[in-house]
């Protein structure tokens, strides 16, 4: 068995075309933060099953509805999420508490707009940050991920990019 997941961040209210044309044959969507509005979640998981954790920019609503940080395993690869996370070598002080405390094999991170997918030799996992798909920001790309887990392995890994 394998799972097409889409990897977001940063959407900052945003859903338009260029997500929607890339969500439509993943089994489940990944959001790292920076959602900024319920409608995106509606948006979202009427298309797939959502795992996300709330951004600094995103309300109440939004952080009642999902963890500071998520952790999980699906098809045998144990998942990590949170915001503000940093990247090897220059993670936060609460990515490197949780990085610890559950030893991910991936730890996926938004909130720099940047896209970044990267080994980390020293905690031996895989760094993801999928950058920003939304339109509010510094970034002049807009940016997604989206692959398939497959009996502990990722596979067919795809970088999305759109220019503003």
């Not at 949170?82 to 990085?99: C, D, M, Q, T, V």
């Amino acid at each position: 068995m394998s799972s097409k997941i889409l990897l977001l961040s940063d959407t900052h209210g945003t859903y338009d075309d260029f997500i929607n044309k890339y969500i439509s044959d993943v089994d489940e969507i990944w959001h790292a933060g920076d959602i900024g509005s319920m409608d995106v979640i509606k948006k979202l998981e009427a298309k797939a099953p959502l795992r996300a954790v709330y951004g600094n920019i995103d309300d109440y609503r939004i952080r009642k509805s999902f963890p500071e940080y998520y952790f999980f395993e699906k098809e045998g690869v144990k998942v990590l999420m949170l915001h503000i996370g940093g990247y090897p070598g220059r993670y936060s002080p609460r990515a490197k508490e949780l990085i610890r405390q559950f030893n991910p094999d991936i730890f996926i991170s938004g909130h720099s707009h940047i896209l970044k997918v990267m080994q980390d030799p020293v905690n031996n996992l895989l760094h993801m940050n999928p950058g920003a798909a939304g339109k509010s920001g510094f970034h002049r790309v807009r940016t997604m991920l989206r692959f398939e887990l497959e009996e502990g392995k990722i596979n067919n890994l795809q970088v999305i990019e759109r220019k503003r």
